[in-house]
């Protein structure tokens, strides 16, 4: 299996650990190191067209995105983690493979930091494993027709 994964450079300090986890657990889960394709996009909003970008170029079996949203003072937020959420889903039926939404939408810096390692484990950890499953899952469904 092959993977790409797109980090959000914003909010580093969670999205880093968050993308290490990722990468700890392809590897865990038997995926070379070659096969995995990691790259950055300034912002979340950038994500989806990340993962287009490698979709296009690397020709992947799944992408993950990986972001971090802190809910702040405006609507900015919102706006945000709708766009994000809805260019997740709309990259994964553009290419008919998974693209995983590991993208934190938390209320304070304190609940991503608890997701990204803290007392709610790691969230790139999910994200990673959920991508092995629908490569799999898709894998299956064309082995069978």
């Known amino acids: 299996m092959r993977f790409g994964i797109i980090v959000s450079e ?6 880093a650990p968050l993308a290490q ?7 865990k889960h038997r995926t070379r190191p070659e096969n995995i394709y990691l790259h950055y996009v300034p912002g979340s909003f ?5 993962g287009q970008f490698l979709f296009e170029s690397l020709n992947p079996d799944a ?3 990986i972001g971090c949203i802190i809910q702040g ?18 990259l994964g039926m553009k290419f008919n493979k998974p693209s995983v939404f590991g993208v934190l939408t ?9 997701r990204s390692g ?3 484990g790691n969230k790139g950890i999910e994200a990673a494993l959920t991508a092995i499953k629908m490569v799999d899952l898709r894998k299956r ?5």
């Open 10 to 15: 914003w909010n580093e300090m969670i999205t």
């Open 21 to 27: 986890g990722a990468v700890d657990t392809l590897i």
């Open 46 to 50: 950038e994500l989806p067209l990340g």
């Open 63 to 65: 992408v993950i995105l």
């Open 73 to 90: 003072e405006t609507r900015h937020f919102d706006f945000i983690c709708q766009a994000v959420a809805q260019g997740c889903v709309e």
């Open 106 to 114: 938390t209320d304070n810096l304190q609940q991503a930091i608890d």
């Open 118 to 120: 803290g007392v709610h």
């Open 141 to 145: 469904f064309e082995d069978q027709f």
